[in-house]
């Protein structure tokens, strides 16, 4: 099993940077990828960003392209979402969550994720 806690969430304003922390327990995390989603209040769950589980390859939702950056420290067992030029559009709760093993990298639905964690409210004000 692989449990997931996501830190960092909070109250900004526009423009403002935020880094969110996914730390994970288990054993095969640095195994998965992991993603990033999120979801805004009446709103589906939607991808932020996925990562592979060598940190290498990235892939990133249409939305949060060139102000989003994932990154992981495998030995850490942590994912890291910097989120710049934050928009009011962009509160939401954020998820981070363990998807498949290997090197892929597009998984952009939800169901393609068996582990979750608890979320992360990030709300930017104007």
């Known amino acids: 099993q692989i449990q997931l806690v996501e830190a960092g969430g909070g109250l900004v304003q526009r423009g403002d940077s935020l880094t969110l922390s996914c730390i994970a327990s288990?054993?095969?995390?640095?195994?998965?990828?992991v993603g990033w989603f999120r979801q805004a209040s009446g709103k589906d769950r939607e991808i932020v960003a996925v990562i592979d589980f060598r940190g290498i390859n990235t892939y990133y939702g249409d939305s949060v392209k060139g102000r989003f950056t994932i990154s992981r420290d495998n030995a850490r067992n942590t994912v890291y979402l910097q989120l710049n030029s934050l928009k009011p559009e962009d509160t939401a709760v954020y998820y981070c969550?363990?998807?498949?093993?290997?090197?892929?990298?597009?998984?952009?639905?939800?169901?393609?994720?068996?582990?979750w964690g608890q979320g992360t409210q990030v709300t930017v004000s104007s």
């Open positions: 288990g054993r095969t995390f640095s195994s998965h990828a």
């Open positions: 969550a363990a998807g498949p093993v290997g090197s892929g990298v597009y998984y952009p639905y939800p169901s393609d994720y068996d582990y």
